[in-house]
């Protein structure tokens, strides 16, 4: 996201995050020497995935900028993961 923001103009930095909750099948996959599909948790396949997309306000720009798979999560802990997310974002620029 950082090489991706630097090449944005100034006016095109000024973002909205938007949060959509998709569902998934959960299996678990062998790729690239990593394991696929296992939540946020780490503790059972996801059956969902959150996924975080920025849109800016003054231009056709958007893009994704995290996928995070969940077989559960609390109000909590999804507040403080999109607080982190915004202040990521902000401190590239956003």
């Known amino acids: 996201m950082l090489k991706k923001s ?11 995050l938007m949060v959509d909750e998709i569902h998934i099948e959960p299996f678990f996959d062998f790729k690239g020497g ?3 599909g296992a939540s946020y948790e ?6 969902s995935a ?10 056709s720009y958007k893009d994704v900028v995290h996928i995070m798979n ?16 915004i202040i990521g974002l902000e401190d590239i620029g956003l």
């Open 50 to 59: 959150f996924v975080f997309m920025i849109q800016s306000i003054l231009s």
């Open 70 to 85: 969940v077989y559960t999560i609390t109000a909590d802990a999804l507040h403080l993961f999109i607080k982190k997310v």
């Open 6 to 16: 630097s090449i944005l103009l100034s006016h095109e930095r000024h973002v909205t």
């Open 34 to 36: 990593n394991v696929v």
């Open 42 to 47: 780490g503790t059972a396949a996801a059956t």
